[in-house]
């Protein structure tokens, strides 16, 4: 909502809103832009002249009493992604989608596209420092850069040229049925792409292999571009290897060595999706003058990631703290393999707090198998969703006790905070703490930074 903000308020529109009371780093970002922000909702906060009532899918029309007013008062209203959807319909756009990696690809995209200085307005939905700690990009309105979601279908209001697909696997079980559910969805929104539009998809994914399939069988004017180690073509990943806090990799299709320094082979995957996609808007605006690729590698060597994406929080005592959004088994997996391969040296701690119980329940077994490359995992109750209740009955018990089955060294706080102690006691010289979640355990390991920086 805040990058949405961000880009009317560059547009010239006059914006105003209300929040909860918790305290975020986009609190910093409206108050830099002079953009007035309540905490709290009171139909009194709706402005006498406001035309116009964005908000965020998290709050119901028929409860919060600021959308109550607007509605009594005639005054028009938008979803958050309606929004965007509208926002892309005046600018040549590009929407980024996936189960994982789509945060990232789409920062990586801002990345180059800055230091290009392309005339482009990228929106992402984490912090990224690249961008100033903001979540948007502001170069221009030409083209637009978004990162869109499938949650409840969302990215069916954006109207996309060229779409990037980096993954599709089971999640969002609250919403969808199952796999297939989920494919049917993705599906939908690549064939919103116009005659001769084109779907980057990763061919090293079976899900979005397959949903480029599905898209070619029904519609063989999309232009299809696979990336990845086993794609054909220009966007090929050859060349990869790792090194301590490195991951160097070529492209198929041209000589230039890549550089990153963000863990992760996943990472290398979602840098081939960003370069492609980059050089299709340089091609689009700037042919014939040749794609300046060592501008391109100095973005990528340069990003330092994003915001809760394998973000350094800081370092005490010898213990680095980092943080990290990942919530699914498999971003899980191989968030923790390449923060390892980065950092071997390091004993890798990670904090862990589940997010829904529908996610926790449907993908239990795949949870208790996906903390392989930690040294230590501490766990907790789990992160409940305002959008469910608790009708499986799950609890974070239940996660540590599937955790165990494969993992020698767990243990178990309720609360996040209950853990400072152990933490702080538990925790040496060469450790690495990892908060891991899209709970509120990230405070966490701001605290056990604090606690060592103050430790006797």
Known sequence: MTALAEVLHARGARITGSDTAEKFYTDAVLDHLGIHYVEGFDAGNLPRDAQLVIHSAAYRREENPELLAAEERGIGMLLYPEALGLLSLSSNATGI??????????????TILKEWRFPATVVVGAEVPAFGNRSTLVQGDRYLVAETCEYRRHFLSFHPSRIVLTS?????LDYFRDLEDLLDAFQEYVLLLPHGGVLVYCHDDAGAREAARRVHARRDDIVLIPYGREAEGAYRVVNERQGTGRSMFSLGGEGTEYSLRIPGEHNVLNAAAALCVCDL??????????VDRAAAARALEAFTGSRRRSEIVGEARGVLVMDDYAHHPTAIRKTLEGIKAFHPHRRLVV??????????QALLAEFGRCFGAADLVVLHKIYASA?????????????????RKAHENVVYFEEPRDALPY????????????????????????EALRALQEKP
Do not use: Q
């Open 97 to 110: 989608c996936g189960v994982h990696g789509k945060s990232t690809t789409t920062a990586l995209c801002g």
């Open 168 to 172: 599709i696997e089971p999640d969002h």
């Open 281 to 290: 808007l340089w091609k689009e605006e700037s042919a014939p003058r040749p």
């Open 351 to 360: 904090d862990f707090m589940s997010h829904t119980y529908s996610r926790t």
């Open 387 to 403: 959008r469910e209740a608790n009708a499986h009955g799950i609890s974070g018990r239940d996660l540590l006790d599937e955790v």
């Open 423 to 446: 933490l702080v006691g538990e925790l040496r010289p060469g450790d690495l703490l990892l908060t891991m979640g899209a709970g509120d355990n990230w405070k966490l390991g701001r």
